[in-house]
């Protein structure tokens, strides 16, 4: 499983809650060709993506990562629709304490400034294992849907 974050601008009229707080059981598409434009992240989305993959929700002008969901589907860079699909929102976690860009995130390299601007972006296997502790420390309560989400069990029941 490789881990990714999902970046948007609620500015832009969207924002996570909306995914979290959905009834929907099924897979909820993520993002399309004209939300997403930046090359390395339709680039990540076609070769690298794939389905059982988990991605971390991060409200950019809020400067928070909000949540964390895992792919439905493999990641895609052209057609109609959605890019790629997140599991349905009853099986994705919303934080109760979500981390913030200083000083939670300042470790991760894809939540600086040197990484770029894209709305998909990869998180290094030492970087996530930092951040999943943070992630426990903050929101004991959530442990065990946390571990069920990033369990390799957890791809079988998308």
Known sequence: MKVWVFKIN??????????????SRSPVGMGDARWIRSALSLRLLREEVRRGDLFLCYEADRKHLLGL?????????????????????????RLNSPLLRH????????????????????????EFRVL?????????????????LWSARAVDSI
């Open 132 to 148: 999943r502790r943070r992630i426990l420390s903050r929101n004991p309560h959530q442990k065990l849907a946390l571990e069920r």
């Open 69 to 93: 969901a895992i792919a439905a589907s493999d990641g895609r860079d052209v057609g109609e629709g959605s890019l790629v699909d997140f599991c349905s929102p009853r099986r994705a976690v």
């Open 103 to 126: 000083p939670d995130l300042d470790h991760i390299l894809a939540f600086t400034p040197q990484r770029g601007r894209g709305t998909v972006q990869k998180i290094a296997a030492d």
């Open 10 to 23: 609620t500015r832009r009229g969207w924002q996570f809650d909306q995914y979290f707080k959905s009834r």
